[in-house]
């Protein structure tokens, strides 16, 4: 079983079903960290506003993500320096930082019990790699962090060079999430769990619609990662998977602290996180295109592997994955996407926590007209050609790569019996693909394997047991409902003649 350990230990917001029409100023669609944090502003604000989640409040990606909390960015900052300019890299960080420190600050306002604590971030090589952790320095005190170098870590075993950042955090997201929820002002914001959004109705006033009823509302904010439905901006942001375990320890010192290598294809992420059952070891990396797994590759079990190299492992006692989007140009989209009251959050890669809340600011700012000084920068409908291009063609040629996949004889299997017990195949139906999943206890169930996003073939992942679309990253169930992505609609079911 796949579950975040954030998950595991958060309480519930305590959200009711949408049972009845409404209408709001604004509609946010997603109950993560970016939706949350936008309507806890809003109603401050004495904004009506009312969020829809499809699932529970911070239970999708906020709870699958690594809880950590830092200035610095997943691509680095030198990179977004030297992409865009000074001005860009020290806006970036200056926003991530005044996150970081709204965060905290709800914290101690509401005493919300989600283990946040200060620590430092730490990139260290093994290896060498003094460049990249030379420039990594210089950049980051060029924008204002203190940096210190260091050649031992809290690490049980000898890097060759290393920084560290004071002041950086972690903290569990998912109780975060629920603790914000159930301190949002209750006279102008409205949480709804398990509350689709099937469809929206564009409009002066936008209509949308969930399987029990309508919202009405003349802004929408879709903190859903991947706007929901299609888009142009869909081309630009690339999904992406990465794996996660918590384990205990039989014996050795857990370190406190953020640790990344700068060997990161190869080395994942560290940290600790203690909680009243003990303390557990969090490691996170291996990420790979969503649907575009490699089948001989045990995502979790290289995790295992790569912590049992240096950790006395008694126990993996949660393992989870997560879904970012990485974007063309290096900074995620914030905003009006057209000119239609829709606004986007998107491309936030694995900085999603801070980046959610970036987003929240700039909301609140944009719908009550107030300056915002990192607004451009992040522009949904910003047009950076030169910055993009090289991302943008190689990603936009694997997505058509995906579409040519769907020729016919290109399926996984001729007959269902092919599919054994707990696997998903296509099978090929008249010229048809049909995603079909065999459950543990041998019941098969089958739906038209062609995506209701944009018509891509999904692929079955194995370790978590979904159908994975490759071209946007939906995600449906074994049986076809949405997980995630921009997909409204469940895959088409079909009718199994068990006999093929
Ligand atoms: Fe776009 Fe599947 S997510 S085609």
Redo the contacts with the bound molecule.
């Keep these: 079983m796949t579950e975040s350990i954030w998950k595991a230990k958060a309480s519930n917001a305590k959200a009711i079903s949408l049972s009845e029409d409404i209408e709001v100023e604004v509609a946010i669609v997603g109950g993560g960290i970016t939706g949350i944090t936008t309507a806890y502003l809003l109603a401050e604000e004495g904004i009506q506003v009312a969020v829809l989640e499809s699932m529970d409040v911070g239970g999708g990606t906020t709870a699958g993500s690594t809880g950590n909390l830092y200035t610095m960015v997943d691509n680095r900052l030198h990179h977004i320096q030297s992409k865009f300019n000074d001005k860009t890299a020290r806006k970036v960080a200056e926003s991530r930082t005044t996150a970081i420190n709204l965060i905290e600050d709800l914290i101690k306002k509401y005493a919300i019990d989600c283990s946040f604590k200060r620590q430092p971030w730490v990139l260290y090589s093994e290896t060498g790699e003094e460049e990249t952790i030379k420039t990594t320095k210089d950049t980051l005190e060029k924008f204002g962090l203190e940096v210190q170098d260091i050649t031992s870590t809290s690490l049980p075993f000898n890097i060759k060079s290393g920084i560290r950042v004071e002041n950086q955090a972690q903290f569990n997201p998912a109780a975060f999430v629920a603790g914000l929820a159930q301190k949002v002002d209750q006279n102008y914001c409205s949480i709804y769990e398990n509350s689709p959004v099937h469809h929206i109705e564009k409009g002066s006033l936008h209509v949308l619609h969930t399987p029990t009823a309508k919202v009405r509302a003349k802004k929408v904010v879709l903190a859903t990662h991947s706007p929901k439905g299609i888009y142009g901006l ?1 081309m630009a942001i690339f999904p992406h998977r990465e794996y996660a375990l918590a384990a205990r320890l039989r014996s050795g010192d857990y370190p406190e602290g953020i640790f990344w290598s700068a060997e990161s294809k190869t080395h994942p992420s560290l940290r600790t996180y203690e909680t009243e059952e003990g303390k557990f070891l969090i490691t996170v990396g291996y990420h790979h295109k969503v649907g575009q797994a490699d089948e001989n590759k045990d995502y979790f079990g290289d995790l295992e592997k790569n912590l049992k190299r240096h950790y006395d492992v008694d126990t993996v006692a949660y393992k989870w994955s997560a879904q970012h989007y990485k974007s063309s140009d290096g900074l995620p989209y914030i905003g009006e996407s057209t000119d239609d009251n829709i606004f986007v959050a998107t491309g936030f890669s694995t900085d999603g926590l801070t980046y959610g809340v970036v987003s929240a600011l700039i909301f609140r700012d944009l719908f009550t007209g107030k300056e915002n000084n990192w607004a451009e920068i992040y522009k949904a409908k910003r047009f950076t050609p030169l910055k993009s291009a090289k991302s943008f063609i190689k990603e936009n040629l694997n997505v058509l790569g995906e579409y040519l996949k769907d020729y016919p004889g290109n399926a996984d299997a001729e007959m269902f019996s092919e599919v054994k017990a707990g696997e998903g195949k296509i099978v090929e139906i008249k010229n048809e693909k049909w995603a079909v999943h065999r459950s543990d206890d041998g019941t098969l169930c089958a739906a038209s394997a062609v ?6 073939i ?1 692929n079955w992942n194995n370790e978590e047991k979904t159908w994975d ?1 490759p ?4 995600r449906f169930k074994p049986t076809g409902e949405v997980i995630e ?3 409204f609609s469940p895959l088409d079911k079909r009718s199994i003649n068990p006999e093929k």
């Excluded at 995506?451 to 891509?456: A, K, L, R």
């Design positions: 869909q995506c209701t996003h944009m018509e891509c999904v679309c071209c946007h990253g939906s992505g921009p997909a």
